[in-house]
């Protein structure tokens, strides 16, 4: 009997978990100039093992990109990649589901990461939402100055991201 019960309560823990995800992103990149650049890109971010699809917007210089179901996401990878391709992230706005997770002092925490509202709500967010990063490497240097304050870095490991709704 105890062991069915830790068994439920094991799944109910994750069936919580699993709901909560990021599912999709737009991604706007700077200094794409062709065509040949955007391929590039794209190329480029198709070797992260979390990405599902991306379309590239030509006129816009952003990609749209969905994830994959229960496969954690990890925005630095996508910075690093569209570095490597020789580009610079310029904005990256991402939807992320809120099921099953709670916003704690302007915080909630992913895959690791801990994620800092620098724009606070007072309302709860519980389904999908779409904030923007603003940390350097994934916004222009006077957004991230803007929200450049010191986050008080409670995680016990991974890494701060500062987002904005």
């Given at each position: 009997m105890k062991t069915i019960k830790i068994f439920v309560a094991i799944l109910a823990l994750s069936i919580s978990v699993a709901n909560a995800q990021f599912t999709k992103a737009e991604l706007q990149v700077s200094g794409l100039t062709?065509?040949?650049c955007?391929?590039?890109?794209?190329?480029?971010l198709r070797t992260l093992g979390f990405i599902s699809d991306i379309k590239a917007d030509l006129n816009r210089n952003v990609f749209l990109i969905t994830f994959?179901?229960?496969v954690p996401v990890n925005l630095d990878q996508i910075s690093k990649k569209v570095q490597s391709a020789g580009f610079f992230v310029n904005n990256l706005k991402t939807t992320f589901n809120f099921s099953g997770t709670k916003l704690v002092n302007?915080?909630?925490?992913?895959?690791?990461?801990?994620?800092?509202?620098?724009?606070?709500t007072d309302k709860e967010l519980n389904g999908p939402a779409t904030f923007t990063v603003v940390d350097k490497g994934f916004a222009p240097a006077?957004?991230?100055?803007?929200?450049?304050?010191?986050?008080?870095?409670?995680?016990?490991s991974g890494r701060v991201y500062r987002i904005a709704i």
């Open positions: 062709c065509s040949m955007s391929k590039a890109t794209e190329k480029s994959k179901k229960d302007n915080t909630f925490s992913y895959a690791g990461d801990t994620y800092y509202l620098v724009t606070p006077a957004v991230y100055k803007k929200y450049s304050a010191p986050v008080a870095n409670n995680a016990k």
